[in-house]
């Protein structure tokens, strides 16, 4: 469950064109809990995909979870390669069990 968003402000330096220069840089972190232990932890923008509402911490997410969501997503995916553009269903008609 995404609980809030913190961002975070970094200073570093890099030499450009044979120059040091101070370049600030900003990070987005989000600060989620876990659906199984309700731990809070952290995730960068970059790792976190808000396609979903589950949310797991690294202690939670087992194999287990991760094939169980991945053989879902070939499911889906395997039903939709099924059926081609040219079968004349209306494309709000797919339903998937």
Not at 25 to 50: A, M
Request: proline share 1%; hydrophobic share 25%.
């Amino acid at each position: 469950m995404l609980i809030g968003a913190e961002k975070q402000s970094r200073h570093y330096t890099r030499t450009r064109n044979g120059k040091k220069e101070k370049v600030k840089s900003t990070i987005t972190n989000y600060i989620l809990q876990c659906n199984c232990c309700n731990d809070i932890f952290y995730r960068t923008s970059k790792e976190f995909k808000s396609g979903s509402d589950l949310h797991f911490c690294k202690k939670c997410y087992t194999k287990k979870v991760a094939q169980s969501r991945s053989s879902l997503a070939r499911k889906v995916n395997n039903y939709v390669e099924k059926i081609d553009a040219s079968s004349g269903k209306p494309l709000g008609t797919f339903t998937i069990r």
